[in-house]
């Protein structure tokens, strides 16, 4: 009977306020769907930086007048290193049929160069991304070596890139919850001024603090829990119509927006729990005020 009790009330409460209501729901909406924005763009990032950096390598490129002994002195040394796992020499000519394969559309970039204006270099493989500098360094200013390079820095430059914009949309998503919490906070108050001779009696009569707090309680999180679930079947709805049909019709994107079921739920979990959370906070800012034991 006391459940049914607090429901109706709820409900009550919901209905005299339910601009207010509506407003607390959309900015908790709003705020979470930022919020699993986060998520999403973490797990992008991670697949992508999966799937690079199995491909991150250490191309090492000679000098024109490198001599053939010094070439295979620097293979040599490379292949012993622990942190290789395959090193192959690609000539000058590879090199120059490499590159009319990358612009065999545009004829125009390769048909006026001579066949050996390509330098010849070593391809190194890495048994991990991590040791990208350290291989780098150890071959950078060895006899017939004109430039190192590796492709981790791109790498480098997408988690930086990341790592910013997770802090500025998690900075917006808090200032947002903050909101949200206000919102709420504010909608149960006018619930508690408009009933606040119906408080008044019910005190009278000996009904406790907490009985007249949970409705409120209740209102709070509900208004909260709504708002959890807009964003959650926002993001679900990301997932099926945008995020998988672009893995399917683009190839090299599949491994990207591949997010098994698992890390789709904690997703959703994270979203009901802040979401849960800021319900309570909010309707407990406003109860400590107005309803003090």
């Known amino acids: 009977m006391k459940i049914g009790y607090f429901l109706s009330e709820t409900i009550t409460n919901l209905k005299r306020n339910l601009l207010m209501t509506v407003a607390a729901i959309s900015t908790v909406a709003i705020s979470l769907l930022l919020l699993g924005g986060v998520q999403i763009l973490g797990m992008v990032v991670n697949n992508v930086t999966l799937s690079w950096e199995a491909k991150v390598e250490v191309s090492a490129y000679f000098r024109d007048d490198a001599q053939p002994n010094e070439i295979e002195n620097i293979t040599r040394d490379v292949q012993a290193m622990p942190e290789v796992e395959e090193v192959f020499f690609v000539s000058k000519e590879q090199a120059f049929e490499e590159y009319k394969k990358i612009y065999e559309d545009q004829p125009q970039f390769y048909e006026n160069l001579p066949e050996d204006s390509l330098p010849a270099s070593l391809r190194i493989k890495l048994t991990d991304a991590a040791y990208a500098d350290q291989v780098k360094g150890a071959i950078d200013g060895a006899p017939g070596v004109d430039d190192v390079r590796d492709g981790g820095l791109v790498l480098r430059r997408l988690l930086q890139v990341n790592s910013l914009l997770r802090t500025i949309t998690f900075a917006m998503s808090i200032i947002l919850l903050v909101a949200a919490a206000a919102l709420i906070a504010n909608t149960i108050r006018l619930a508690i001024y408009a009933r606040r001779d119906e408080i008044?009696?019910?005190?009278?009569?000996?009904?406790?603090?907490?009985?007249?707090?949970?409705?409120?309680?209740?209102?709070?999180?509900?208004?909260?829990?709504?708002?959890?679930?807009?964003?959650?079947?926002?993001?679900?709805?990301?997932?099926?119509?945008?995020?998988?049909?672009?893995?399917?019709?683009?190839?090299?994107?599949?491994?990207?927006?591949?997010?098994?079921?698992?890390?789709?739920?904690?997703?959703?979990?994270?979203?009901?729990?802040?979401?849960?959370?800021?319900?309570?906070?909010?309707?407990?800012?406003?109860?400590?005020?107005?309803?003090?034991?």
Do not use: D
Not at 219 to 240: K, N
Not at 255 to 279: D, H, K, R, Y
């Open 200 to 293: 008044g009696i019910m005190k009278l009569v000996g009904a406790t603090n907490w009985f007249i707090r949970i409705p409120f309680l209740f209102e709070g999180v509900f208004a909260a829990f709504v708002g959890a679930i807009i964003a959650s079947l926002i993001v679900v709805g990301a997932q099926w119509a945008v995020f998988k049909n672009l893995g399917e019709q683009i190839t090299f994107l599949g491994p990207v927006f591949s997010f098994s079921t698992g890390e789709i739920a904690s997703v959703l979990g994270i979203l009901f729990a802040v979401g849960c959370g800021i319900g309570l906070i909010g309707s407990g800012l406003a109860l400590r005020r107005f309803l003090e034991a």
